[in-house]
């Protein structure tokens, strides 16, 4: 007689909808989701479906879920601008484009969603990324002009917005207020048909590249959801898994960590390897998978397509440059993608240890250890007790409307300054939040917003180090930038300064940091408690502890973020060598600078004594995946960095206004 096996193996439709379960025998062979066989067909027990009860129950306190009238709202906005659409295609094409009159009947248009909305994930107050697809003889210079007119007549519409030059152009609005960006693909069609599949790749022959990036995000999330075994189970788990990142301030693409597709095709690939674990086992094995990942291993869904359309592919054998990506998650629709470009060796770092963090408390909590819950997983950590230097970056302009402008430019240029910091070899992390604040002080004829980044040295005496030409560069490269994309006006600056621990009372509130200490005190409590091995003789991880952040902080966040404060993680210091950073001047720049204009000899000078002992984690590869002789290590530690604007270069170029240096970088303590 045949042994079962206690599990079960789902059968799918093609459109992914479940129909039976049978038992899985021992000599079966199992079916296979993505790349590899699965790790464990093994079923949920009734201690795993009540975890994934108390799970749910949790995400619903945090606000996760939308109210059925929340939900009824963003259909009806939908369907408006969808009618808006057509409106405008069918306008366009009889008065402008002077077409037949049984053509324009059936033109067709329509508006297709992506994201967090078309995964079926979004929180209340969400976005929703939208893609306007029209016919072959509608420009995109139309959307951009005669479009963009139309939605400035629409009552409903606010703070509306045309970003043309962006590397995947978009027209931002609030409508009705709900913020939509919304993107736009002209198709080689006559008409646009309701029942349009947009995963069929040959939508995308004779396409201009912009349109193709424009399909991709529809089709890749029509793609993840294709490929996971249940799709319920699956949205469950990415709910968690969203909400604990933003809560770690690892939920950012554009400075560095992962957005909002990479964490779904995360969350795929634990399903693909546990297709019949329930949302609380997947959230517990996603935290395994990924913290013994050797990156830069990729993670793939599928076996890449052997589609040729002449588009630019990852392939690290043909591409050298692609070999230098540090933590590639590959898009499963043609044409296959990183979606984590701009991953750093430092938020890569920050990542992993937040992995290895919310491991341990997953097995706590998954094992019924008493006073651990799904709570404890999801709460923020004290960033700001964590580091004992920070670099504060400060984005000012005179009006409110220039600093939404200045502040998008000046985000997407962070990841290079963090870049070129990880080159430095005396720095061992640069850690940046991607939590903006607001002065505690406004100043009268500016509005500003402030990033901090949190600075590890290595274990290194009597440490120096000079970060002056780093922040002039990415200062002068942020300017060069605006006015290249003709988008700097009179009074953007950005600031630059070097502040230690006790002094970011002059940044921030009081009820701030006295919150992030109380987390700094109860974390290392509760990973005392924790069966987590990540215990080390002079420095111990631990794990997030605390209440949102709240009080009298000014915080400015998107408003679709607004329930899901982002912090990071927090590890506890060695406290027994000397805590103090100070500065020595060289005897040429201890003299006053007179009337403040000698720019030239400011420098910013770390001297560090900290004896912080480093983490030791054996990486053990879970599953031998391959992808075409992937080289396993990284050729080299950092990315490529954009060449670095010389002084020369700067001076032939055109600007509006002199490029300022960073103002207040030196800094002068005695040790103590």
């Known amino acids: 007689m045949k042994k079962m096996w206690n599990t079960y193996s789902l059968h799918h439709t093609s459109s992914g909808n479940i129909l039976q379960s049978k038992p899985v025998v021992q000599n079966e062979q199992p079916k296979t989701f993505g790349m590899t066989s699965a790790i464990s067909l093994a079923g949920p027990k009734p201690f795993d479906i009540q975890k994934t009860t108390e799970l749910e129950e949790t995400l619903k306190a945090h606000g996760c879920f939308e109210s059925d009238d929340e939900m009824k709202h963003r259909l009806e906005v939908l369907s408006k601008l969808n009618d808006l ?127 193709v990036r424009s399909l991709n995000g529809c089709r890749v999330t029509d793609e993840i959801l294709r490929l996971v075994p249940n799709k319920e189970t699956f949205r469950l788990a990415l709910r968690a898994i969203k909400l604990w990142a933003k809560r770690q301030g690892i939920y950012s693409n554009v400075l560095g960590y992962l957005g909002g597709v990479s964490w779904a095709m995360l969350v795929a690939r634990t399903c693909q390897l546990y297709p019949n674990a329930v949302a609380a086992t997947l959230v517990h094995k996603f935290f395994l998978v990924f913290s013994k990942w050797e990156w830069p291993q990729p993670i793939l869904l599928k076996q890449p397509d052997n589609t040729d359309l002449g588009f630019p592919v990852w392939d690290p054998r043909v591409n050298p440059s692609d070999r230098s990506h540090v933590m590639p998650i590959i898009t499963p629709a043609y044409p296959q993608q990183n979606s984590t470009f701009n991953v750093t060796i430092s938020t890569r770092t920050v990542m992993q240890e937040a992995f290895r963090n919310a491991l341990a408390l997953t097995e706590d909590i998954m094992i019924g250890r008493p006073g651990i819950t799904w709570e404890n997983l999801f709460e923020p950590s004290s960033f700001f007790f964590k580091y004992r230097h920070f670099v504060v970056l400060l984005a000012s302009a005179l009006t409110q409307d220039n600093l939404l402008e200045w502040v998008g430019l000046v985000e997407s240029k962070i990841r290079i300054l963090i870049q070129t910091l990880d080159k430095n070899s005396l720095i061992k992390l640069a850690h940046i939040s991607p939590e903006q604040f607001e002065p505690l002080e406004s100043e009268k004829d500016s509005v500003t917003t402030i990033w901090f980044i949190g600075l590890e040295f290595e274990k290194t005496e009597n440490l120096s180090i000079d970060l002056t030409f780093d922040i002039q560069n990415f200062i002068e490269l942020v300017h060069m930038s605006a006015v290249q994309q003709q988008k700097f006006k009179e009074g953007m600056k950005i600031d630059a300064k070097h502040v230690r621990r006790k002094e970011l009372v002059k940044y921030l509130p009081m009820s701030v940091l006295q919150r992030h200490k109380k987390l700094a005190v109860s974390s290392s409590t509760s990973l005392n408690s924790s069966t987590g091995d990540i215990h080390h003789s002079q420095s111990a991880t631990t794990l997030p502890s605390g209440t949102p952040p709240g009080g009298d902080a000014k915080i400015r966040k998107r408003s679709s973020d607004a329930s899901l404060p982002t912090l990071t993680t927090k590890r506890e210091r060695n406290d027994s060598a000397s805590n103090d950073v100070f500065v020595t001047p060289n005897s040429s720049e201890s003299q006053p600078m007179a009337n403040g204009t000698d720019h030239q000899s400011e420098r910013l000078l770390f001297l560090e004594s900290d004896a912080d002992s480093d983490e030791s984690l054996c990486m053990s590869r879970l599953s031998c995946l391959s992808f075409c002789d992937v080289p396993t290590r990284p050729p080299p530690l950092h990315l490529l960095l954009k060449k670095r604007l010389s002084s020369s270069e700067l001076k032939d170029a055109s600007t509006p206004a002199p490029i300022e240096p960073p103002s207040n970088v030196v800094f002068k303590w005695n040790s103590k």
């Open 85 to 211: 659409v057509k409106d405008w295609i069918r306008d366009l094409s009889e008065n402008v484009k002077k077409l037949p009159a049984s053509v324009v009947e059936n033109v067709g248009g329509k508006i297709h969603t992506f994201g967090s909305y078309r995964l079926g994930v979004h929180n209340k107050g969400a976005d929703i990324d939208a893609l306007c697809i029209a016919p072959r003889h509608m420009d995109r210079s139309d959307y951009f002009t005669s479009f963009f007119e139309l939605l400035k007549e629409q009552s409903e519409v606010t703070e509306l917005r045309a970003v043309e030059e962006a590397f995947v152009p978009v027209i931002k609005m609030k409508f009705s207020c709900i913020e939509i960006d919304m993107l736009f693909a002209r198709l080689a069609l006559k008409e646009i048909p309701e029942d349009l599949d947009l995963r069929d790749d040959n939508l995308l022959k004779n396409l201009d590249p912009k349109c």
